[in-house]
C-alpha cells in the first residue's frame, strides 16, 4: 500500500473517535489490509508507581474500555526506560518479552509477534500502543516502518481521548455530587417546625404562592426562617428538581457583586483566569434566593432590577445574552419602605420584588412552638454531634425558655440547645444559666420600668408604703374619700375598695378622722 495513502487513512480512522477503544476498532478494520494485525490495545504507564494500565482493547469482532493494572517488575520498568529511543519495537513472541508478557496474558494473546509504539507527547511518556499480529502471521521490518509512520498522529490523539476520558469523568463526579449535596441540601432544610400551629398563616401563604412563578418577599426579623421558607416555596413549586441558589447579598465584596451574580469571561478583569456562572445562570431553571437584599449597593440593584425586567443577563466581558428561567425570592430583616423613603432603596425594585410579601413573625410571638423546636433541635444536634444517648430535659428547663424573649430567634435557640449538649456531658439539659446569662434583655413585651432610687437601710414594707400613699391622697382632698378629686378617684380604685383597705390597714378615714387631714396653720 502506498505510504502516504497509508498514512492519511489511518491519521482519519485514529482521529475519527474520542471513544479511543472505537478508533483502534476503526483503525485495525484499516490497517489489517495492509499489514497482519489481529488486535490492537492501549496501555498507560505510570513511572512514579511503575503500573501500566491497559484502558482500551480492539479484535476485528469488538471494542472495548477495560482498566487493568499490573504492577510491573523493577527490570521490566528499567527496560521500558531503555527502550525508549525505539519508537516501534518489534517483539517476535509476546510470552518471551518482559513488557509484553504481562499485558498480554491479560489479553489472551501470548505467543504472538507484536509491534510495541511508545506514545511521547510534549515530551512525556504516556504508554504504549501494541499491535498484535494473527497467531500463524508475524510482523517484519517492513511492517514495524509502515507503523512507525504512525506514531506522532497516535500519540496526539491518544493524548486528546485521555483528556477527554479525564474531563468526562470529572464531569460525571460533578454531577454525583450535585446530586448528592442537592438531597443533602433538602433534607437538612426540610422540616419546618410550627408549621401548623405559629407558622400556619405563614405556611397557608407559602402554599398559595408556591406553583406559581411571582416573585416573593420574606420579610422578618434575623433568624426567623426566611431561608427555610424560601426553600419550603422552592421544594412545593414545579421548580423543585431545580436548582435552588442562594446568594447573600451582604456577603459578598462590592468589587465582587457583578462577577457573583452575573458571572464574568475569561479576561474579562485581572484576575478572570477562566469562565465562571454566575448565581443567576446557576439557578436557571430554579430558584434564586437573595437574602439581606437590602444590603444592596444603589449600582448593583440597577443591575438587578434589568435583569429580572429584562430576563437576559450577559456575563461580565461577555457578549453572549443568556436567557434565563428563575424564579426570584428576596429577603430582608430592613424596614424596606422606610430605606426607599430616605433613598436607600430603589422604589422600581422594591415593587417588582414584593410581588408577594410574607412577614414571618418572630419567635417571642409564637412561643407555643418552642417545645417541638427544642425537640427538633436536640435530635438534629446529637445526630449531627453523634452522642450515643438521647438527651433528656430538666423538669423546669422548658420554663426557662419560654420566659425569654429570643431576639436571635429561632437561630439563637438552635444555638442555645447545641451549646446545652455540649455543656451537659449526659445530664438533664438546664437551660437556667445559659438563658439569663446570656440574656441580658427582657421581653419586648414587657414595658420597661424605671428603678425606684431607693436607700437600702431606708427599705418599707408594701403596707406602709400604701398607708403613706393613701394618707398623701387623704391631706390632697382634706380627708374626703369618694367624689371627684376626693382620695379614691386620685389612686383610681373604687371608694368601696379604698375603704376596705383602709380598714385592713388601720388608716383612719370618716367624718370623725376629717381634721386629721387638713392642713393646720401655725
Ligand atoms: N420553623 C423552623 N423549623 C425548624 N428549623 C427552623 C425553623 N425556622 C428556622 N429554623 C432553623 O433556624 C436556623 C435559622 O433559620 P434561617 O437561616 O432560615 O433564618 P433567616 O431568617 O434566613 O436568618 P437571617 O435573617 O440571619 O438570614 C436554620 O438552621 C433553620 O434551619
Known sequence: MDENIFFRNATLEICSSLEIEKALWKCLWFMQEGIPVAQM????????????????????????????????????????????????????DTADDPVTEPLCRY????????????????????GVLSFQSFPDEQFNESHRQMVSLLNEPFAIAVSNSIRYRQLKHLKDMLEDDNQY???????????VIGAEFGLKNTMEYVRQVSPTDSPVLLLGETGVGKELIATAIHNLSHRREGPFIAVNCGAIPESLMDSELFGHEKGAFTGAI???????????????????????????????????????????GGTESIKLDIRVIAATHRD?????????????????????????????????????????????????????FMPRLAPDAMEHLMQYSWPGNIRELENTVERALILSHGAPLNFRELVFANAPEKRPSTPEIEMPKIIEDDFHSLDNVMVEHIKAALYKSGGKVEGKGAAADL????????????????????????????????
Do not use: W
Not at 430558584?287 to 450577559?314: C, H, M, S, W, Y
Not at 418572630?362 to 436536640?378: G, M, N, Q, T
Open 181 to 191: 449535596f442537592q438531597k443533602e441540601l433538602q433534607l437538612n432544610r426540610g422540616e
Open 41 to 92: 490495545s492501549l496501555h498507560l504507564y505510570d513511572a512514579a508507581t511503575g503500573i501500566a494500565e491497559t484502558i482500551a482493547h480492539a479484535t476485528l469482532d469488538d471494542y472495548r474500555v477495560i482498566s487493568s493494572k499490573v504492577l510491573l517488575i523493577e527490570q521490566t520498568r528499567r527496560q521500558i526506560e531503555m527502550q525508549r529511543t525505539i519508537r516501534v519495537r518489534m517483539v517476535s
Open 107 to 126: 489479553l489472551g494473546c501470548l505467543e504472538r509477534s507484536a509491534l510495541i509504539m511508545d506514545l511521547v507527547i510534549e515530551g512525556k511518556f504516556l
Open 274 to 316: 477562566a469562565q465562571k456562572r454566575g448565581r443567576f445562570e446557576r439557578a436557571n431553571g430554579g430558584t434564586l434566593f437573595l437574602d439581606e437584599i437590602g444590603e444592596l449597593n444603589p449600582d448593583a440593584q440597577v443591575k438587578l432590577l434589568r435583569v429580572l425586567q429584562e430576563k437576559i443577563l450577559e456575563r461580565l
Open 336 to 388: 424596606l419602605d422606610d430605606m426607599m423613603a430616605k433613598d436607600l432603596f430603589r422604589q422600581d425594585l422594591y415593587f417588582r420584588l414584593k410581588v408577594f410579601p410574607i412577614v414571618i413573625p418572630p419567635l417571642r410571638y409564637r412561643l407555643a412552638d418552642i417545645p417541638s423546636l427544642v425537640h427538633h433541635f436536640i435530635q438534629k444536634k446529637s445526630t449531627q454531634m453523634k452522642l450515643h
Open 491 to 522: 389612686l383610681n380604685i373604687n371608694p368601696r375598695t379604698l375603704r376596705h383597705r383602709m380598714r385592713k390597714l388601720g388608716v383612719p378615714f370618716g367624718r370623725s378622722a376629717q381634721d386629721l387631714y387638713i392642713k393646720k396653720e401655725d
